[in-house]
Structures are given as structure tokens and as C-alpha cells.
């Protein structure tokens, strides 16, 4: 049988088992020779050994079958396969020495060779192995390889270390860790030194000849995260790191699936902690709508909800594209999930009461709205019709058909709103807050900031002028935003579920505001290039409607905590109802007659805070022509 036609692995065990056999004789013979003191041993002597041998050789290798030796593989030789030797060699030497007393009265064996005997073989067995292992997984192959620094020397660092000198291709080679905790300053894991604090970071990539920077600290916040980004940009480095924690943890990928550092890296806050006991109880065997569930809050809500099994999970979306991708994409992940998908628009008031009275759903994500807020500034028949009739469409259903639960996902730009996106959405707010009173409905509203990379925001826009070589336009240098991811956002949204009691706004810890400048320097050195060098960063003026600085609650609205922490409330602010119900039907006519200034007039009696930021803009603007 040819070479070929052999199984790999069974050509590896019988090499090992050769080797163990080999291993046998040499172990007995050099237990007579250091017994007599490393002297020639005497032609009788030599007799007795060889004789005994014909024993020992059968019975132990016997020893080595039974106790598995050839399961293990010597590339990944550990304290397990050391364990299996050493009962195996000491199974075989007792027993080999009993049965020499039982047929030669062990003659001619000295009392003290089979000790030796037994404590050569254990060395002689386990010492190739761990040798073919430390060769093995220090890629002694001289094979050219990248010298690499590891950032953080914790678990993430050592499995990464670990699998990086297993690879039989060595196309890197770890050199030395860096970690900011002191107590590991001047250690060495697996013979790689600890060389110092993140603030080395640029002093060891030119000392060590660093080729590349791998960050292992899955669990970072986006502050360290930052200062270590800023290290190794320093360091005039290539840079990677390894997936985030919540992606090793669901098992989706592996330590040493190393990625570039993305903006989400830098902007993103650590893992929300959730009571997805609470909220499995509140949602899992209801039927719940999401509106505008092809959107970037929509879509995320509808993954997040399929994945709590509720009893029918309807979609209204007025975009088929969007509409389509989220159906097949739901379709595909959860093939059990009893799946509704309706394309429809909210301003439709008749079909979004027969939604209602079909599905009858007990829980409501209202999403769908209009969200640019330059487009909108003059649309405002537009903003108004979606955002705010839309809106009361959608709640008066909920209330007609008895739905538990109506979320209004909004805004931070509702606070104090500077322009017509802003102003909508803050009346939508209104109208739910107010309604909860006359409801056995529970209407919440659910206020959060800019999410990374949803759909018309500023991150997209950037990633495609860097990639078309820049500029890239910020409006003004002091611009700062709030930011959150998506999963965060909906997860929140759905927590504020179990929060509720009706009525309530509650706003999301965002954290600290990003400037819009950073974000833009941060995602050109991302994509490997120079601010200000390869790409330019263009100063282009506030657009209208927008604002420097973003609110997430109103100085009236006496925020207060709740039993989350990333979650806050704020004290809504009550209007007489029957003035709210004739100011939206006046807003209903005018926008059958497009009456713009009608609706201006209604819109800044219902939002008071928009006319009041408008008219100190225009005094501003005045003063300074």
C-alpha cells in the first residue's frame, strides 16, 4: 500500500508507537548502566538485561495501548498526555517486574533498575512531545513573519499569543505584550515578556522593529479604545484587533480572527446589561407591530424581537426594497417566526385600521418617521403629515383596538427644536404623552440620539467621501453629537417596556458627545490615510435647522433615574386635550389645502419651543449682517 493510500493520521500513530518502542530498550539499557556507575556492563549482566527485556517490552507496550497514548496528538502534547505516560509506564514497570519474580525470581535485575528504568522511559516518552510542541508553536521554521506587539497581556492576549505560535504558516510572529495593569509589568507569557505600559506602545514598535500592532482587549471601552488608537497611531503602525466581546462570546468567530478597528470601536460603549427575563415575560407570546420596520431602528427591532419568539411579528414598511431585504433577511434567520409583512404608509388612515382590527397587536414600535433633518427644513407639509398625523394614526388605532403597549421611538433633536424634523417629532411626543391620559393604552415615548451607521447618517457619508479621496465636509469645528449603536438603541427601547406605567418619556444614556470634527480625522486614519494630507477635512457652515450641540431632555422635564441605569425619565409636560385634538385636526386641513403658513402657525403654537429658537436665530442673524 502506497504512502498516499495510508490515512495521515494513522501514519502519525505509528511513527509515535515506533518511536515508544524505540524508546523501551534504550530506557532498560541505560537503567543497567547508570546501576553499575556508567561502566561497560559484563557480558553476563548484559545477558540477564537483554532476557528480561523480552518481558518488559511486550507487557509495556501493552501499558501504552491501554492507556491511549496514540489518542493524543504530539502537536498539541499537554499535562493530560504526561498524565497517560506516567500510568502507563508506571502500570508496565510493576507489572513487568512481577512477572520476572514470577518465572526468573527476577535474577540478574537489580532491585534499583526498574526505578531508574521507569523515571528514564517517563522522560525519554513525554520529552520529544513537548519538544515537537514548543518547535511547533514557536514556528521555528525560519519562515519570513511579521514581528508583532500584542495590546493587552489578559485571556484575549494569551489566546491570541497562543494560536498565533501554533500557526504552521508563521506569517506573524508575537514579540512582546503591553498592559496597563502594573502587577503584570515584567512577566512572560509563553516565553513573550511583558515590556511594558500602552504608553510604550510607540517607543517598542521602533526598539522592537514592530511590523504590526494587534489589540487584544475585546472589553475595552470606547475611551480606552481611543487612547490606545491614538498609541499606535503614533507609532506610525498598521494596527488590528480582535473581535469584540460579545462577538467571542456568541461563538461567532474566534480570537484570532483579527479585524480593522472601526469607527464603531471608538464611538461604541461597553455591552449593555439587560433583565431579558422581563423583557422575554413583556414580549414573547404577543403579536407586536413595528412600523417602519425597514428602517435602521425598525430593522434591528424586528432581529431583536424575532429572537424573543413572540406569538405573530408584524411589519409595516411604505419602502418595498426595505421591506423585502428585512422579510427575506427574518425569513432566513428564524424560519419558525410567524412572519406578517404589509406595505403600507402610516398617513393611510384606513389602511392602518384595517391592520389593526386584523392583527390586533397587543404591543406597537411606532419607528416610521421622517428623520433628515436639511430635507426636511422645507417640506414641512411633509414633516407634519408623516410625523405628527402619521403619528396619530397609528395611535389612535392602538387605542381603538386595545394594544397594550405603543413605543414612539424619537429624538434628542425634539428638545428644544431648531428645526422642522425636530419640531414634528416633538409634537408626535406631545400628542402620545397626552393621549396615555385618555387610554387604557400605555403610550411611551423613548428619546436617544444619532445612531452609528444608520441609514442618511453621518458615518455613511463619510465612508464614502474618504473612499472617493475626500474632502470630507464637517458643517462647523465645535459640532458635537451624541452617538449610540443600533443593537444598543433597540435594546434600551425594548427595556423601557418593562419600565413603563404610560405616559412616560424616558431618554437613554448616550454618554459623552463625540465632535463631529474627531469622528471625520478618526475615520480617515481608520482607512490608512492623513487628515489634512491625503484626505482634507472641509469646514462648510451650519445647514439649516441644524444645531452646534444636541439635548436629550428639556429643563422643565425634572429627569430622573430608573431601575436601569443607561435609562432615564423625564416628566412630561401636559396641554388641555381638547386644545391638542383642535390644533391636530386644523394640522390635518391644512395639509388637504397645502397651506405651508397655516401649518407653520399651527406647528409653533403646538411646539412654542421652535418658534421661540427660530425667532432668536433670526434676531442673531440680524446682528451680525
Same mark, same amino acid.
Given at each position: ?5 495510508? @490515512? ?55 501499558a ?72 511547533k ?32 504558516r ?57 487612547r490606545?488608537?491614538?498609541l ?9 484587533s ?15 480572527h ?12 461597553? @455591552? ?14 404577543k ?41 427575506m433577511?427574518?425569513?432566513?434567520a ?8 404589509r ?6 388612515? @384606513? ?19 421622517y ?34 403597549? /405603543? ?54 457619508? /463619510?465612508r ?6 475626500? @474632502? ?96 432615564f ?18 394640522m ?20 412654542p ?17
Amino acid at each position: 500500500m502506497s504512502r498516499q493510500l495510508i @490515512p495521515r493520521h494513522l501514519r502519525s500513530q505509528a511513527v509515535a508507537l515506533g518511536h515508544d518502542v524505540l524508546m523501551v530498550p534504550i530506557a532498560w539499557f541505560l537503567a543497567f548502566w547508570f546501576r553499575y556507575n556508567l561502566e561497560v556492563l559484563p557480558a553476563s549482566y548484559y545477558q540477564d538485561a537483554l532476557l528480561a527485556l523480552l518481558f518488559v517490552l511486550p507487557i509495556q507496550l501493552t501499558a501504552f495501548l491501554l492507556f491511549g497514548l496514540y489518542r493524543g496528538i504530539w502537536r498539541f502534547a499537554s499535562l493530560p498526555d504526561i498524565l497517560r505516560i506516567l500510568k502507563a509506564v508506571l502500570v508496565g514497570t510493576v507489572v513487568s517486574v512481577a512477572l520476572l519474580f514470577v518465572f526468573t525470581r527476577a535474577g540478574g535485575v537489580p532491585r534499583s533498575v526498574p526505578i531508574i528504568y521507569a523515571i528514564l522511559l517517563v522522560m525519554l516518552l513525554s520529552g520529544p512531545r513537548l519538544i515537537y510542541r514548543l518547535l511547533k508553536d514557536r514556528n521555528l521554521d525560519l519562515s519570513p513573519s511579521q514581528r508583532v506587539l500584542i495590546v493587552g497581556s489578559g485571556k484575549a492576549g494569551e489566546m491570541l499569543a497562543r494560536d498565533i505560535l501554533r500557526n504552521r504558516r508563521g506569517d506573524y510572529r508575537p514579540v512582546a505584550f503591553v498592559d496597563d495593569k502594573l502587577r503584570r509589568q515584567g512577566r512572560e507569557i509563553h516565553g513573550l515578556p511583558v515590556a511594558g505600559t500602552c504608553e510604550a506602545i510607540p517607543e517598542l514598535t521602533e526598539k522592537l522593529a514592530i511590523d504590526i500592532i494587534m489589540l487584544a482587549i475585546p472589553s475595552a471601552s470606547s475611551r480606552q479604545m481611543r487612547r490606545v488608537v491614538e498609541l499606535c497611531e503614533a507609532a506610525d503602525a498598521p494596527f488590528r484587533s480582535v473581535p469584540q466581546l460579545n462577538d467571542l462570546m456568541s461563538g461567532n468567530v474566534q480570537i484570532n480572527h483579527l479585524r480593522s478597528v472601526s469607527i464603531e470601536d471608538l464611538l461604541g460603549r461597553n @455591552p449593555v446589561s439587560l433583565d431579558w427575563q422581563a423583557i422575554d415575560a413583556a414580549l414573547s407570546g404577543k403579536t407586536v407591530l413595528v412600523t417602519g420596520a425597514g428602517g435602521s431602528i425598525g430593522s434591528e427591532l424586528c432581529r431583536q424581537l424575532a429572537g424573543l419568539k413572540p406569538a405573530r411579528l408584524v411589519l409595516l414598511e411604505n419602502s418595498e426594497f426595505n421591506l423585502y431585504s428585512i422579510e427575506m433577511e427574518l425569513l432566513k434567520a428564524f424560519p419558525d417566526l410567524p412572519l406578517e409583512c404589509r406595505l403600507g404608509d402610516i398617513t393611510d388612515r @384606513p389602511y392602518v385600521e384595517n391592520l389593526f382590527a386584523r392583527f390586533q397587536p397587543q404591543v406597537v414600535f411606532h419607528a416610521a418617521a421622517y428623520k433628515h433633518v436639511p430635507m426636511l427644513e422645507n417640506r414641512l407639509r411633509q414633516a407634519v403629515r408623516n410625523n405628527v398625523l402619521g403619528t396619530r394614526n397609528v395611535a389612535q388605532a392602538a387605542d381603538r383596538f386595545g394594544c397594550g403597549v /405603543f413605543v414612539l421611538v424619537s429624538t434628542d433633536k425634539a428638545v428644544n427644536p431648531a428645526n422642522v424634523m425636530g419640531a414634528s417629532k416633538r409634537a408626535a411626543e406631545i400628542l402620545c404623552q397626552n393621549l396615555n391620559a385618555h387610554s387604557k393604552t400605555n403610550f411611551i415615548t423613548v428619546r436617544f440620539g444619532n445612531v452609528l451607521d444608520s441609514a442618511g447618517s453621518v458615518i455613511p457619508l /463619510f465612508r464614502k467621501q474618504i473612499e472617493a479621496g475626500g @474632502p470630507v465636509t464637517v458643517t462647523d469645528p465645535r459640532m458635537e453629537r451624541y452617538f449610540m449603536t443600533i443593537s444598543e438603541a433597540c435594546q434600551l427601547i425594548m427595556q423601557t417596556v418593562v419600565l413603563s406605567q404610560g405616559g412616560e418619556i424616558f431618554v437613554l444614556d448616550m454618554g459623552e458627545p463625540v465632535r463631529i470634527s474627531y469622528l471625520a480625522e478618526q475615520m480617515i486614519h481608520l482607512s490608512g490615510r492623513t487628515p489634512g494630507a491625503d484626505i482634507q477635512i472641509e469646514y462648510i457652515g451650519l445647514r439649516p435647522g441644524e444645531k452646534l450641540y444636541e439635548e436629550l431632555f428639556h429643563e422643565k422635564e425634572q429627569l430622573e433615574k430608573t431601575a436601569h441605569e443607561k435609562v432615564f425619565l423625564a416628566r412630561h409636560r401636559q396641554v388641555d386635550w381638547q386644545w391638542l385634538t383642535n390644533i391636530l385636526e386644523e394640522m390635518s386641513e391644512a395639509c388637504e389645502s397645502i397651506d405651508s403658513e397655516a401649518l407653520k402657525k399651527l406647528l409653533n403654537q403646538l411646539v412654542p419651543e421652535h418658534s421661540e429658537r427660530q425667532g432668536r436665530q433670526t434676531r442673531s442673524e440680524q446682528v451680525s449682517a
